[in-house]
């Protein structure tokens, strides 16, 4: 019984893990997420996702404490890339991006991995 319930906590803690999309960056047939500046403090970060395995559009956007400040979309392919400097001046630790490839993952968020929120 203790087995048991040690597999379902287990479990329970990789499925909670791939729903906030942790790590900050992974790949999913195609690479996307969040991407650092230079700096962790310089509030220059990306949301991106590459191209390939034939998906046909691709969203990214830039989040900064929860609330959306910009984004960008291509299609029917190609990498979509949106840098917070267009958009504003943000702190990166509060910076989360938003990634979409259609036919390939679902729209989810990924943070900075210096995460301050």
């Known amino acids: ?15 909670v893990r791939v729903a906030t999309a942790d790590p900050s960056y992974h790949t999913n047939c195609v690479g996307h997420g969040f991407l650092e500046g230079a700096d962790y403090t ?15 559009y691709h969203e990214c956007a830039i989040y900064s404490y929860g609330v959306w400040r910009g984004g960008t979309a291509t299609g029917p392919a190609g990498i979509c890339n949106a840098w917070s400097r267009n958009y504003g001046n943000y702190t990166e630790c509060a910076g989360s991006a938003y990634t979409y490839a259609s036919g390939l993952f679902s729209g989810h968020f990924h943070y900075a991995p210096n995460r301050c929120i």
């Open 1 to 15: 019984m203790i087995m048991l319930a040690l597999l379902c906590a287990f479990s329970f803690g990789a499925i």
């Open 42 to 56: 310089d509030g220059s970060f990306f949301a991106r996702v590459d191209d390939g395995c034939n998906s046909g």
